[in-house]
C-alpha cells in the first residue's frame, strides 16, 4: 500500500524559513517524479513544485521560485520542501503527490505564516 | 501559464442523476488531463487520468472525454458519496495547473 506521510508544518512568522518532509513507502520510490501541492485555506489546488526521479529535473510555479527548493533522498525515500521568506499567501495545506499522474496524495500538513 | 476552466462552479443534484462538468484549456493540452474528487477534510483523490482513463479502484458511473482544449467528467448515476468538490488539471507543461472546482451538493 502507497503511503506518504507529510511532516514539518506549523506556524511562522513572515519571512521565516521551514522546511517540510515526505515519507514514503510502498514503491518504489526511486523510479518516481514526486509533487509538491498546495491548498489555502478555503480555496482551490496549486501546483507548487516537482523533482524527477533521480533529482536531475526540478521546476517550480512562478510564486515560489528562488524563495523554496524541493529536494530528495532516495536511500531514505523521503521527499522535502524548504521553505525560505515565507509570506502570509504561503499559507495553506501542503500535500506530496506521486508521479506525472498525481494519483497518490500524502494527508498534507499546515503551513500557517502570520505574525 | 496554461489556464484551466471549469464549469459551473458549483451545481445542485439529485442522488440518480447525471452529472456533466466540463473544464477548458487556454490552449491544446492534447490529453493530457487529470480529474480530481476532493472532500471537505481530506486529500483529493485521483478519479480520471489523460482524459478518459479510470484511475483503479475508481466506480464505473465515473467517465471523462476529450482532448486538445475542452473536456468533460461525467457521473452516470450520482451516489450519495459523490457530493465532492471536482478539480481538472493540466498535466500536459509545467506549471501543472488546475482549474477553480466544481461544488457538488444535494438539491
Known amino acids: 500500500e502507497v503511503q506518504l506521510v507529510e511532516s514539518g508544518g506549523g506556524l511562522v512568522q513572515p519571512g521565516g524559513s521551514l522546511r517540510l518532509s515526505c515519507a514514503a513507502s510502498?514503491?518504489?520510490?526511486?523510479?518516481?517524479?514526486l509533487n509538491w501541492v498546495r491548498q489555502a485555506p478555503g480555496k482551490g489546488l496549486e501546483w507548487v513544485a516537482n523533482?524527477?526521479?533521480?533529482?536531475?529535473?526540478?521546476y517550480y510555479v512562478d510564486s515560489v521560485r528562488g524563495r523554496f527548493t524541493v529536494s530528495r533522498d532516495n536511500a531514505k525515500n523521503s521527499l522535502f520542501l524548504q521553505m525560505n521568506s515565507l509570506r502570509a499567501e504561503d499559507t495553506a495545506v501542503y500535500y506530496c503527490?506521486?508521479?506525472?499522474?498525481?494519483?497518490?496524495w500524502g494527508q498534507g500538513t499546515l503551513v500557517t505564516v502570520s505574525s | 501559464d496554461i489556464q484551466m476552466t471549469q464549469s459551473p462552479s458549483s451545481l445542485s443534484a439529485s442522488v440518480g442523476d447525471r452529472v456533466t462538468i466540463t473544464c477548458r484549456a487556454s490552449?491544446?493540452?492534447?490529453?493530457?488531463l487529470n480529474w480530481f474528487q476532493q472532500k471537505p477534510g481530506k486529500a483529493p483523490k485521483l478519479l480520471i487520468y489523460?482524459?478518459?482513463s479510470l484511475q483503479r479502484g475508481v466506480p464505473s458511473r465515473f467517465s471523462g472525454s476529450g482532448s486538445g482544449t475542452d473536456f468533460t467528467l461525467t457521473i452516470g448515476s450520482l451516489q450519495p458519496e459523490d457530493f465532492a468538490t471536482y478539480y481538472c488539471?493540466?498535466?500536459?507543461?509545467?506549471?501543472?495547473?488546475f482549474g477553480p472546482g466544481t461544488k457538488v451538493d444535494i438539491k
Open positions: 510502498g514503491f518504489t520510490f526511486n523510479k518516481y517524479w
Open positions: 523533482i524527477k526521479s533521480d533529482g536531475s529535473e526540478i
Open positions: 489523460a482524459a478518459s
Open positions: 490552449q491544446s493540452i492534447s490529453g493530457y
Open positions: 488539471q493540466q498535466s500536459y507543461s509545467s506549471p501543472f495547473t
Open positions: 503527490v506521486t508521479g506525472g499522474y498525481f494519483d497518490y
